[in-house]
């Protein structure tokens, strides 16, 4: 069993859905954790099978969390919910302090959540991220993407747009790669306390601006790089807004892509006038560098 639970606060009870695959998609099963807003996820490797079972707040519909789950699973054949319940509280749940080991990315980055500081590597760019309800631990593989091609084309001094930020994760790794101001936009609310927390952690005091809103809805001014860890079609929706947010020599990171869905993206970048840099992937996962086309 491998397990990523995150604190559960004072709830007695919390809801759970049961995911079950026969293929090894535990990537998957945390990405929909995360994604889906839950409190955390134990996965079991079973004979034939392997299983997750997702914990959400009793405070919010089951009915909604399982349309949500139900809606991230399209696509994905094989992967079934088999069972929705109602879990009461154990403090085991909440003290799996090692399913979060200090993780390096790329040349210079390395996530650590803050119980490692005091054993934090030597050398590399330290990113503290206190492992919450907003999704970004760093330890997906489309974040480890979209934090591996920030490193490798960030400039010092550039101005960031990060739209779907969750726990900041992004935003805070480029104010420390050496952008001088980051927008940091979610469209919930309730990542704000995430992010402030991660911003003490990582003792950023400026440069961060929190913005709550829809997607880009509202922006107009332009920024040197975007990034966006989030699904192809929210992705898909923004393309062209994006391009036309970007400066001339501007860059746009975006992540969250399965590998199948590349060929498909490729085109759709084109059709909003953007061209393809650089491109990563990690298992089924894949991103993209773009820039606007030269006319």
Same mark, same amino acid.
């Given at each position: 069993?491998?397990?990523?639970?995150?604190?559960?606060g004072?709830?007695s009870?919390?809801w759970?859905?049961?995911?079950?695959s026969?293929?090894?998609?535990?990537?998957l099963?945390?990405?929909?954790a995360?994604?889906s807003?839950?409190?955390?996820?134990?996965?079991?490797?079973?004979?034939?099978?392997i299983?997750?079972?997702?914990?959400?707040?009793?405070?919010?519909?089951?009915?909604?969390c399982?349309?949500?789950?139900?809606?991230?699973l399209?696509?994905?054949?094989?992967?079934?919910?088999?069972?929705?319940?109602?879990?009461?509280w154990?403090?085991?749940?909440?003290?799996?302090?090692?399913?979060?080991p200090p993780?390096?990315?790329?040349k210079?980055?390395?996530?650590?959540?803050? =119980?490692?500081?005091?054993?934090?590597?030597?050398?590399?760019?330290?990113?503290?991220?206190?492992?919450?309800?907003?999704?970004?631990?760093?330890?997906h593989?489309?974040?480890?993407?979209?934090?591996?091609?920030?490193e490798?084309?960030?400039?010092?001094? =550039?101005?960031?747009?990060?739209?779907?930020?969750?726990s900041?994760?992004?935003?805070?790794?480029?104010?420390?790669?050496?952008? %001088?101001?980051?927008?940091?936009?979610?469209?919930?609310?309730?990542?704000?306390?995430?992010?402030?927390?991660?911003?003490?952690?990582?003792?950023i005091?400026?440069?961060?601006?929190?913005?709550?809103?829809?997607?880009?809805?509202g922006?107009?001014?332009k920024?040197?790089?975007?990034?966006?860890?989030?699904?192809?079609?929210?992705?898909?929706?923004?393309?062209?807004?994006?391009?036309r947010?970007?400066?001339?020599?501007?860059?746009?990171?975006?992540?969250?892509l399965?590998?199948?869905?590349?060929? %498909?993206?490729i085109?759709?970048?084109?059709k909003?006038?953007?061209?393809m840099v650089?491109?990563? %992937?990690?298992?089924?996962?894949?991103g993209?560098?773009?820039?606007?086309?030269?006319r």
């Open positions: 069993m491998t397990t990523e639970m995150i604190f559960m004072n709830e009870f919390w759970y859905i049961i995911l079950r026969k293929s090894d998609c535990e990537e099963f945390y990405y929909i995360q994604i807003d839950s409190m955390g996820a134990e996965v079991y490797e079973k004979q034939n099978c299983e997750a079972k997702i914990y959400y707040r009793s405070d919010i519909s089951i009915e909604d399982v349309r949500k789950v139900s809606s991230l399209e696509g994905f054949e094989g992967v079934d919910i088999i069972e929705v319940g109602e879990a009461r154990h403090p085991w749940l909440k003290k799996h302090l090692e399913a979060f993780l390096p990315i790329g210079g980055l390395v996530v650590l959540a803050p =119980w490692h500081k005091e054993d934090a590597p030597q050398g590399r760019v330290h990113i503290y991220i206190e492992p919450g309800t907003a999704f970004g631990t760093g330890y593989a489309s974040t480890q993407i979209a934090l591996e091609l920030l490798r084309n960030l400039k010092s001094g =550039w101005k960031v747009l990060d739209v779907g930020t969750g900041g994760i992004l935003a805070l790794a480029a104010l420390k790669l050496g952008a %001088s101001e980051v927008v940091a936009r979610d469209v919930d609310p309730a990542v704000r306390e995430e992010v402030e927390k991660n911003m003490i952690l990582n003792d005091t400026s440069g961060l601006k929190l913005d709550i809103g829809d997607g880009v809805k922006l107009k001014e920024v040197d790089l975007i990034t966006a860890n989030i699904l192809y079609e929210p992705l898909v929706s923004m393309l062209t807004s994006f391009s947010l970007i400066c001339d020599h501007g860059l746009i990171i975006l992540s969250g399965l590998f199948k869905e590349r060929d %498909s993206f085109d759709e970048m084109a909003a006038g953007l061209t650089e491109e990563l %992937s990690k298992e089924e996962w894949w993209v560098v773009a820039s606007r086309q030269v």
